[in-house]
Structures are given as structure tokens and as C-alpha cells.
């Protein structure tokens, strides 16, 4: 039964994969994918592609940075490719971990997998860089994890180090490309570069509207790799994808972004993570609620009680009542804006009784705004479009620079 299971599931998938290859035969390694002509196309994942392609593996010795989003239909990638015998001899895994169950910031330590009894090499807290012993033996490193498109989403940093890794010691990177659920607008702060870090890597806006195959290059083009080295990459493309189109996550990203609205607000409120206010871990709605137990009530609309549960193991004000609000439907009293929505930190940041208090001393707020504007704009009193104007010159920049590594029709 077992073998008549993955028997079905892989002619699926091989048939996908066939539609796929043929139409990208005719295609430049950088030219935008052109959508297959039917009635009502599907979108084929990179991962899918290359299950029609698996002729070019053959005797390569694989390793997989990979994690629970790395599906095939019903099936994960590294169940799909032992079964049709390629050569994969150890996972890499990124924060969260191979099944993403880890809180943020976690150590997720190495082991072997349960299932496949394949080592697992965690790329995450002190070592999130391959070292040359990690890609001792390997021929190909495979990267297919599922991003939400915002900077401070550690999987691209996890994608830098990969690469540079690989192109230190002559291992090539095949990054099989997923849709961008946040692919359709550009916004933010562009990263200063003196605020380089794990949760930001890049000159890059907060909301960067690629997908981690446009990124790879982008990183490759840009040389943005130590020394200024290039990776050998290679993108397998969707197929039938485009940045105006709206994408639905199948398997949560990470634990704290349980479903589309989650990671809609999270290039938005990921900034109370540089705050004293809790950002709703510990709840039913992480990152669509916010709120402190000192705040009016008056004020507020909503109260919630953080308690620790998995992937939220140590919340902010854990078993207190905090006072804030509820954005998980349609935001309460602050007008709902494509992009990057300030209202939320400077409506509560003003409404905050010790505002001196507000912003961490660790300075992670600045790492994740990419530099010390936006706290500053914020304690001046500036509106959110006057902030928002002021990040537009660096947009524009940006967005030529973006043009040059797309694959798929942009959303303007």
C-alpha cells in the first residue's frame, strides 16, 4: 500500500514536473517565467520542478537546508527524492528547526531525524555558517524553504551564509523558489549597513517583494557574499507565478505565524519584539495582538493573557493581562494600509505611560528597523507618512536595483 501511495503521488508530481521543464526549456537563466497557457493555470513550486528533472542528480551526493514548508503536494521533499533514490546524506536545518517546532532564538542543537535517519546539522545561534566539515563529501547543497518576504525573516540570512559557505569550499547551491506571500509591494526602511545583522543581512527595505530564487541572485549580482565572492546557484523557477498574485501559505512558516492575516501584520508589528510591548506570543493571535498590562484601559479595546505554550515557551508578561489591541479581523481604530503600517507602534507608543521605558536598551529595535531613523521619528512625533515619505528615495534606488533579479511579472 505504501509503494501504490508514493507511486500515485509521484506521477503527480513527475506530470507537473514535465509541464514544468517544458516550459522553461526555451528560457535565459534571467528572464521572467511566462506562465503556462491554459484556462486556469497551476502554480507549480520549484520543488515539483525538479522532481521531473531528478536525471540531473544522478550520483551527485546532496545535502538539504530544508524544513516542514518543504513540501511536494502531501509529501516532504526529502521523503520524495529517498524514494526515488537520490543521494541525500545529511539536512540542514534553520531556525525553528528541520520541523519548525523551536521558539525564536531557540537553540535547536543537531541530531538525526527519526524518520530518515539522516544526520541533522542545525545552521542556527552560534553556528549559522556551514563550516567546511559540514559540506565535506557534498556535490550540491538544495535550499527549498518557504520565506514571508519581510528582512528580519531569518530563512534569507540562513540563505546568505549557505551560499557563502558553498562558494568557499566549491559546493553548488540549487534554491527551488517559492511564491513571496508578501510579493506584491515594496516598503520600508532600506537597511543601513552599519546595522547589519542576523535579522537583517542586506541593504533591503523591510518588505523587499522578491522570492528567495530572485533573492539568491540578488545576493550572487550584488556580490554581497564576504570577499565578494559568487556562488554557483541555480534558481528552479515556479512556474505560473506572478508578484501580483496572491498566495496562501499550506503549512505555517514558523511557529508564530500561524496563518495568512499573522503573516500579513508581521512586517508591521514584528517591531514590538524591539519594545517593551508584548507582540502576542503566548496567544492564539501572535503578532495580531499587542498590548501591555500599564496602559489605560480606556484607551484600549482588547485585553489577552500570554501563556507559555510551544513555540512561545517564555512570552512577554507571561500570565499577565495585557491592555492593547486586536488586529486579527480589521484593525480597530487605525486605518489599514498596504505595506509596512506604522500606525500600530506610534498609536501605542503615544498612549504608553513611561515612554523612556518603550524601546529596548539592547538596541534590537534599531536592527530591526535597519538603523536608528524610525525609533528617533517616532520619540519626535512624526506621522506615519511623513516617515514613510522619507523612505522613498531609498524605495526607489532599491527598486532598480530589485528589476535586475526578477523572474516572474512584477506587481507594477
Same mark, same amino acid.
Given at each position: 500500500?505504501?509503494?501504490?501511495?508514493?507511486?500515485? #503521488? =509521484? !506521477?503527480?508530481?513527475?506530470?507537473?514536473?514535465?509541464?514544468?521543464?517544458?516550459?522553461?526549456?526555451?528560457?535565459?537563466?534571467?528572464?521572467?517565467?511566462?506562465?503556462?497557457?491554459?484556462?486556469?493555470?497551476?502554480?507549480?513550486?520549484?520543488?515539483?520542478?525538479?522532481?521531473?528533472?531528478?536525471?540531473?542528480?544522478?550520483?551527485?551526493?546532496?545535502?538539504?537546508?530544508?524544513?516542514?514548508?518543504?513540501?511536494?503536494?502531501?509529501?516532504?521533499?526529502? +521523503?520524495?527524492?529517498?524514494?526515488?533514490?537520490?543521494?541525500?546524506?545529511?539536512? =540542514?536545518?534553520?531556525?525553528?528547526?528541520?520541523?519548525?517546532?523551536?521558539?525564536?532564538?531557540?537553540?535547536?542543537?543537531?541530531?538525526?531525524?527519526?524518520?530518515?535517519?539522516?544526520?541533522?546539522?542545525? !545552521?542556527?545561534? #552560534?553556528?549559522?555558517?556551514?563550516?567546511?566539515?559540514?559540506?565535506?563529501?557534498?556535490?550540491?547543497?538544495?535550499?527549498?524553504?518557504?520565506?514571508?518576504?519581510?528582512?528580519?525573516?531569518?530563512?534569507?540570512?540562513?540563505?546568505?551564509?549557505?551560499?557563502?559557505?558553498?562558494?568557499?569550499?566549491?559546493?553548488?547551491?540549487?534554491?527551488?523558489?517559492?511564491?513571496?506571500?508578501?510579493?506584491?509591494?515594496?516598503?520600508?526602511?532600506?537597511? +543601513?549597513?552599519?546595522?547589519? #545583522?542576523?535579522?537583517?543581512?542586506?541593504?533591503?527595505?523591510?518588505?523587499?517583494?522578491?522570492?528567495?530564487?530572485?533573492?539568491?541572485?540578488?545576493?550572487?549580482?550584488?556580490?554581497?557574499?564576504?570577499?565578494?565572492?559568487?556562488? +554557483?546557484?541555480?534558481?528552479?523557477?515556479?512556474?505560473?507565478?506572478?508578484?501580483?498574485?496572491?498566495?496562501?501559505?499550506?503549512?505555517?512558516?514558523?511557529?508564530?505565524?500561524?496563518?495568512?492575516?499573522?503573516?500579513?501584520?508581521?512586517?508591521?508589528?514584528?517591531?514590538?519584539?524591539?519594545?517593551?510591548?508584548?507582540?502576542?506570543?503566548?496567544?492564539?493571535?501572535?503578532?495580531?495582538?499587542?498590548?501591555?498590562?500599564?496602559?489605560?484601559?480606556?484607551?484600549?479595546?482588547?485585553?489577552?493573557?500570554?501563556?507559555?505554550?510551544?513555540?512561545?515557551?517564555?512570552?512577554?508578561?507571561?500570565?499577565?493581562?495585557?491592555?492593547?489591541?486586536?488586529? #486579527?479581523?480589521?484593525?480597530?481604530?487605525?486605518?489599514?494600509?498596504?505595506?509596512?503600517?506604522?500606525?500600530?507602534?506610534?498609536?501605542?507608543?503615544?498612549?504608553?505611560?513611561?515612554?523612556?521605558?518603550?524601546?529596548?536598551?539592547?538596541?534590537?529595535?534599531?536592527?530591526?528597523?535597519?538603523?536608528?531613523?524610525?525609533?528617533?521619528?517616532?520619540?519626535?512625533?512624526?506621522?506615519?507618512?511623513?516617515?514613510?515619505?522619507?523612505?522613498?528615495?531609498?524605495? +526607489?534606488? =532599491?527598486? !532598480?536595483?530589485?528589476?535586475?533579479?526578477?523572474?516572474?511579472?512584477? =506587481?507594477?
Amino acid at each position: 500500500m505504501k509503494q501504490l501511495i508514493y507511486l500515485y #503521488s =509521484f !506521477l503527480l508530481v513527475w506530470g507537473w514536473g514535465l509541464m514544468a521543464c517544458s516550459a522553461q526549456e526555451s528560457l535565459n537563466e534571467n528572464e521572467p517565467v511566462r506562465a503556462v497557457i491554459e484556462a486556469n493555470p497551476p502554480l507549480i513550486m520549484g520543488a515539483e520542478v525538479l522532481i521531473g528533472q531528478l536525471e540531473n542528480l544522478a550520483g551527485l551526493n546532496l545535502g538539504l537546508l530544508i524544513n516542514q514548508t518543504s513540501m511536494i503536494s502531501d509529501i516532504h521533499i526529502v +521523503d520524495a527524492l529517498i524514494a526515488n533514490d537520490v543521494l541525500v546524506d545529511r539536512i =540542514f536545518a534553520p531556525e525553528h528547526g528541520f520541523r519548525g517546532q523551536a521558539d525564536a532564538g531557540e537553540k535547536v542543537s543537531d541530531g538525526l531525524d527519526s524518520k530518515t535517519k539522516l544526520p541533522i546539522i542545525s !545552521l542556527y545561534g #552560534s553556528h549559522k555558517k556551514p563550516t567546511p566539515e559540514d559540506l565535506n563529501g557534498l556535490d550540491v547543497v538544495i535550499f527549498d524553504i518557504q520565506d514571508v518576504g519581510a528582512r528580519f525573516y531569518t530563512y534569507i540570512s540562513t540563505l546568505h551564509y549557505l551560499m557563502e559557505a558553498c562558494a568557499e569550499n566549491k559546493v553548488k547551491v540549487i534554491v527551488l523558489d517559492r511564491p513571496n506571500p508578501n510579493g506584491d509591494v515594496v516598503d520600508g526602511q532600506v537597511l +543601513d549597513m552599519n546595522y547589519s #545583522s542576523f535579522v537583517g543581512k542586506h541593504p533591503i527595505p523591510v518588505l523587499h517583494g522578491m522570492t528567495v530564487g530572485e533573492y539568491a541572485q540578488m545576493i550572487n549580482g550584488e556580490k554581497w557574499l564576504k570577499g565578494g565572492v559568487t556562488c +554557483d546557484l541555480q534558481v528552479i523557477h515556479c512556474i505560473n507565478y506572478t508578484h501580483k498574485d496572491s498566495y496562501s501559505l499550506p503549512v505555517k512558516p514558523s511557529p508564530n505565524l500561524p496563518d495568512n492575516r499573522a503573516i500579513k501584520c508581521y512586517p508591521s508589528t514584528c517591531f514590538f519584539e524591539g519594545t517593551v510591548i508584548s507582540e502576542g506570543r503566548g496567544t492564539d493571535l501572535p503578532f495580531q495582538v499587542f498590548g501591555a498590562p500599564n496602559i489605560e484601559p480606556s484607551l484600549t479595546t482588547y485585553s489577552y493573557t500570554p501563556k507559555s505554550k510551544a513555540g512561545a515557551k517564555y512570552p512577554k508578561f507571561e500570565n499577565e493581562r495585557c491592555l492593547g489591541f486586536n488586529i #486579527s479581523t480589521v484593525p480597530n481604530d487605525f486605518e489599514e494600509q498596504k505595506g509596512v503600517n506604522l500606525n500600530y507602534i506610534i498609536s501605542i507608543y503615544n498612549m504608553y505611560p513611561n515612554k523612556g521605558e518603550f524601546f529596548l536598551s539592547n538596541g534590537f529595535f534599531d536592527k530591526l528597523a535597519g538603523g536608528s531613523e524610525l525609533r528617533k521619528d517616532i520619540i519626535a512625533g512624526k506621522s506615519a507618512e511623513e516617515i514613510k515619505a522619507s523612505w522613498q528615495e531609498g524605495l +526607489d534606488a =532599491f527598486k !532598480l536595483t530589485r528589476s535586475k533579479y526578477l523572474l516572474y511579472p512584477d =506587481f507594477e
